[in-house]
């Protein structure tokens, strides 16, 4: 039987995030066509699997869980498509907290806007209500915090994608465009991303219509292990590290001269941030330091991963 939303939720080994966030769906407000809530286990090793067979799910929702054994971000996202029924497929992650009316906001989008694919706001929720002095405002969006714009609006640049804690799809544009890249997304503890930005630049250039709507709000709860400095520098590394592997392809192994004056001006520019404002003023500096020593590193040594 086809519905007409899929909300599909993955998760690997995030037991107690995801106690909780299975805890908060119980506030939402279904919509009002046909829907199924789909969980996507990825591997767990802790006490996830335990977790959801004993889960008590609200009273009406048809709710499901399968397990996928492949680790990857990825391969848990194209595993829901695969056993998906919506007509539109939607995502959340497992350390997220939807507002009530999330879902029935999407569904205004999509019976006004017919979108193929749409983005939400995303807002960061810092669980223990501690924010270190160097978590400026600008860095606020590698955590999670997103908001396109404060109107319903389409997403039309290449550089304004959704992000993949509050974004869905119709799930035949699969058929056009594929589906996620397995090389791209978390791994385990491999902090890489860019698996949604991809699928998005992609849908773009097949001339799908992708919307934006900030009523459809996530709260994306912060957990005390990424207020470290050590978190950003290693999210960046990683990028960069992969879109090297992914540029070179089958090339030289030889890095590119420029990447070396990147890398130079990087660190000159940490140094005079530092020499004006502290460490607490080297931080997204440092990152762009970290991610050109991943492109370098990445380019010469690098191997592509499945």
Not at 77 to 87: H, P, S, T
Request: charged content about 25%.
């Amino acid at each position: 039987m086809t519905l007409a939303y899929t909300v599909a939720l993955c998760t690997h080994n995030h037991a107690d995030r995801l106690a909780r966030t299975l805890a908060d769906l119980h506030q939402i407000h279904p919509p009002k066509a046909a829907w199924e809530f789909l969980v996507v286990d990825n591997g767990s090793r802790d006490t996830t699997p335990e977790l959801l067979a004993r889960n008590a799910w609200p009273s009406g929702w048809d709710a499901r869980v399968v397990r996928e054994e492949k680790l990857g971000l990825s391969n848990a996202r194209n595993r829901a498509i695969a056993e998906a029924r919506g007509e539109y497929l939607i995502f959340l992650d497992d350390d997220e907290t939807a507002d009530p009316e999330w879902l029935r906001a999407f569904e205004y989008l999509i019976e006004t806007a017919r979108p193929d694919a749409f983005g939400g706001r995303i807002k960061v929720l810092f669980e223990e209500d501690i924010r270190p002095p160097w978590l400026t405002d600008e860095l606020l969006g590698f955590l999670g915090e997103l908001n396109r714009s404060d109107t319903i609006t389409p997403l039309t640049e290449a550089n304004t994608s959704f992000y993949g804690g509050n974004f869905g799809f119709r799930r035949v544009v699969c058929d056009t465009v594929g589906a996620f890249d397995a090389m791209l997304g978390r791994k385990g503890t491999d902090n890489t991303g860019g698996e949604e930005v991809d699928f998005y630049r992609r849908l773009l250039a097949a001339g799908f219509k992708v919307w934006w709507t900030p009523e459809a709000v996530i709260h994306h709860r912060i957990q005390a292990a990424k207020l470290n400095r050590r978190y950003f520098l290693d999210l960046h590394y990683r990028q960069g590290r992969i879109e090297a592997i992914r540029t070179r392809g089958s090339g030289s192994r030889l890095p590119p001269r420029y990447f070396y004056g990147q890398l130079l001006r990087a660190c000159v520019a940490v140094w005079s941030d530092f020499r004006a404002g502290g460490r607490d003023a080297t931080l997204r500096r440092e990152m762009n330091v970290a991610y050109f020593l991943g492109q370098i590193i990445g380019w010469a040594w690098g191997r592509p991963s499945a």
